[in-house]
């Protein structure tokens, strides 16, 4: 039983209409400092990825082409945000724009990772403690991107599915957990 008065209070911090993010799919995502909301959305037929300070003031907007949004999360360090695009792949982004930064230091803009791999994408997630983004396919692979060193690796010895891989999770000790339509 609860007594007493709450311990924390709610406030509406921002609120978004359709005029800004469209009538599509809504991906949001915020840094763990809490400093950025990113909010991926389809307006006009067209993906685009938009990030806001915490007291909702538009940082930067960058359209991304046709197709919805699947995913949409920050690594653990909250330096790099990631999100899934339907039938596309996975698109990285570092150097976001903050509200301390001056209007004209230059910002990156968001990478593709390796289209050729990431377009049959069924399932991503930011490790909890390091930054490495566990991949899984259409094809029932796993592939691990470190980011610190640039390179994805393919984890097909154990755990091989022969269907999507469709959800998982990383596990405290860093290890990642995947399950499919087979399992």
Same mark, same amino acid.
């Given at each position: 039983?609860? /007594?007493?008065?709450?311990?924390?209070?709610?406030?509406? &911090?921002? &609120?978004? *209409?359709?005029?800004?993010? +469209? #009538?599509? /799919?809504?991906?949001? =995502?915020?840094?763990?400092?809490?400093?950025?909301? *990113?909010?991926?959305?389809? /307006?006009?037929?067209?993906?685009?990825?938009?990030?806001?300070?915490?007291?909702?003031?538009? &940082?930067? @907007?960058?359209?991304?082409?046709? +197709?919805?949004?699947?995913?949409?999360?920050?690594?653990?360090?909250?330096?790099?945000?990631?999100?899934?695009?339907? +039938?596309?792949?996975?698109?990285?982004?570092? #150097?976001?724009?903050?509200?301390?930064? @001056?209007?004209? =230091?230059?910002?990156? %803009? $968001?990478?593709?990772?390796? $289209?050729?791999?990431?377009?049959?994408?069924?399932?991503?997630?930011?490790?909890?403690?390091?930054?490495?983004?566990?991949?899984?396919?259409?094809?029932?692979?796993?592939? %691990?991107? #470190?980011?610190?060193? @640039?390179?994805?690796?393919?984890?097909?010895?154990?755990?091989?599915?022969? =269907?999507? %891989?469709?959800? +998982?999770?990383?596990? %405290?000790? #860093?290890?990642?957990?995947?399950?499919?339509?087979?399992?």
């Amino acid at each position: 039983t609860v /007594r007493g008065q709450a311990k924390a209070q709610t406030r509406l &911090m921002m &609120m978004f *209409a359709t005029d800004r993010l +469209g #009538n599509g /799919r809504v991906k949001p =995502a915020w840094q763990p400092s809490g400093q950025l909301l *990113a909010i991926a959305s389809t /307006r006009d037929d067209e993906l685009r990825i938009q990030t806001f300070s915490r007291l909702g003031q538009m &940082m930067q @907007s960058i359209p991304l082409g046709k +197709g919805e949004p699947v995913w949409c999360q920050w690594d653990c360090s909250g330096t790099t945000l990631a999100l899934m695009q339907e +039938g596309v792949g996975i698109y990285l982004w570092d #150097n976001l724009r903050t509200p301390d930064m @001056s209007a004209d =230091a230059q910002c990156g %803009v $968001p990478l593709r990772l390796c $289209p050729q791999i990431t377009c049959t994408t069924t399932f991503c997630m930011w490790s909890r403690s390091h930054p490495q983004l566990a991949i899984g396919t259409s094809a029932g692979k796993v592939i %691990v991107f #470190n980011k610190k060193e @640039s390179v994805m690796q393919l984890h097909d010895r154990k755990g091989k599915h022969g =269907a999507p %891989v469709t959800c +998982g999770d990383w596990l %405290v000790d #860093n290890r990642c957990e995947d399950t499919s339509d087979d399992c």
